[in-house]
């Protein structure tokens, strides 16, 4: 039986502790059983296995947290509790309209200061969705803006947890996943917005495949121009062969070296390594996602992990939409922010394979950055405007050079 709706309102103007607690404990302890319940289904076959082969397994003990945190987290077993609510404040807010529990799929929206596009993207969502019963959670970052006011005006049925703390993409998902009641799991990134039928078809691509654990979209940019949504995971033949600029030739961008950059690479549904997370959908056991860093590469560890728990990854350029790309993180963050990450993920990966191999990442990341320093530097003074992205490419080429990049 469906748990009832949140019927309470708690913003973060409101700032007594013990009223929040009160409330939110009342909201959950009505579907706290079957939270509970569901969680246990979602357990994977492997992990089953094994605690019913050592009886004397127990989940660690819980991670203390404040008040709100741990009237949430007692809705779901130990070893089932989302640690990435501890040590930061939350707000749970009921916006109307009935709850989702029985729902096919669960949508996961993660926002940051998206005031000016989250109407949209929670629009476009609502119409991506045609066949399947969904329920939309937004895990919002500790927005300074009016998102959280514009989701809460909009008519419908959107649960939104309300992060005091910018905890980073995947800890946030993560959140949205341990309360999500699907048997599937969209992700859509706050300035994506997907095309009618999109997620429809996503879903239907892993009813269709059961071995298939993540399925992305095909994206393209407000202009219509492709975006790349799906690729190999990372290499130094691949660093170098899009450090060249080799993916955009003519030809040899066919061989999807690096990442699918060909227009004819999309015309049919294939598996690949890994998937933008921008808008992708995936089954309830892939969760949650590997929150290895505040942002940037998520996806790419999170079909890393898929595929070593035996699932595939699929492109599916059936289901399409619209994504601006770092909208958010340019309005939040320093445009420098975005390159500092990709270069700590990108060391950290190749620090697996030893420090040789991270020396010649470190080394690839450089003729990244230089090339393209030449390139954007060069237009800008035949433009008679500065580029933006020389003030990012400068920041990429001194990441490069400096060992604290893997520094949090």
């Keep these: 039986m469906a748990a009832d709706p949140i019927d309470c309102a708690v913003t973060r103007s409101i700032v007594d ?42 989940p660690a003990p819980p991670i203390r947290a404040p008040p709100v945190a741990a009237a949430i987290a007692q809705a779901y077993p130990p070893d089932q509790q989302p640690t990435a609510v501890s040590g930061y404040r939350l707000s749970v807010l009921g916006t109307g309209g009935e709850s989702k529990d029985a729902a096919l799929v669960s949508v996961v929206v993660v926002t940051h200061n998206n005031s000016e596009m989250i109407g949209d993207c929670l629009q476009a969502i609502e119409g991506s969705l045609r066949k399947h019963d969904a329920e939309i959670i937004v895990v919002d970052n500790a927005s300074s803006d009016r998102t959280l006011d514009l989701i809460s005006s909009r008519s419908g049925s959107v649960r939104v947890v309300a992060l005091q703390e910018n905890v980073g993409f995947a800890a946030a998902v993560n959140l949205a996943i341990r309360g999500a009641g699907g048997g599937y799991l969209a992700l859509v990134n706050s300035d994506a917005f997907p095309d009618p039928g999109c997620i429809d078809e996503l879903v239907d691509t892993l009813e269709r495949n059961p071995q298939v654990g993540i399925v992305g979209a095909k994206l393209r940019y407000p202009s219509g121009r492709l975006q790349p949504s799906a690729g190999t995971f990372p290499s130094l033949l691949g660093g170098l062969w899009v450090a060249l600029f080799l993916h955009r030739v003519p030809g040899l961008s066919r061989a999807g070296i690096g990442f699918l950059a060909d227009e004819r690479l999309y015309r049919r549904t294939r598996r690949v390594d890994w998937v933008s997370g921008a808008v992708c959908a995936a089954r309830a ?68 394979r030893g420090p040789r191999v991270q020396l010649a990442a470190r080394c690839v990341l450089f003729i990244h950055a230089l090339l393209r320093l030449l390139v954007y530097g060069g237009l800008s003074v035949l433009r008679g405007r500065s580029d933006p992205r020389v003030t990012e490419y400068a920041a990429l080429l001194r990441a490069a050079m400096s060992f604290d990049s893997l520094a949090a």
């Design 17 to 58: 502790d013990h009223h929040v607690e009160l409330c939110v404990r009342a909201a959950l302890a009505r579907g706290a059983r079957e939270r509970v319940q569901r969680a246990g289904d979602r357990v994977t076959p492997a992990k089953r296995h094994h605690d019913d082969a050592d009886p004397s397994h127990s």
């Design 285 to 352: 056991d892939a969760g949650p996602l590997p929150a290895t860093s505040f942002m940037y590469g998520e996806d790419v560890e999170w079909a890393l992990a898929c595929r070593e728990a035996g699932w595939e990854t699929w492109l599916a350029p059936a289901a399409t939409a619209i994504h601006i790309g770092r909208a958010s993180v340019d309005r939040s963050q320093d445009r420098r922010f975005a390159q500092r990450q990709r270069a700590r993920f990108e060391l950290a990966w190749f620090a697996r």
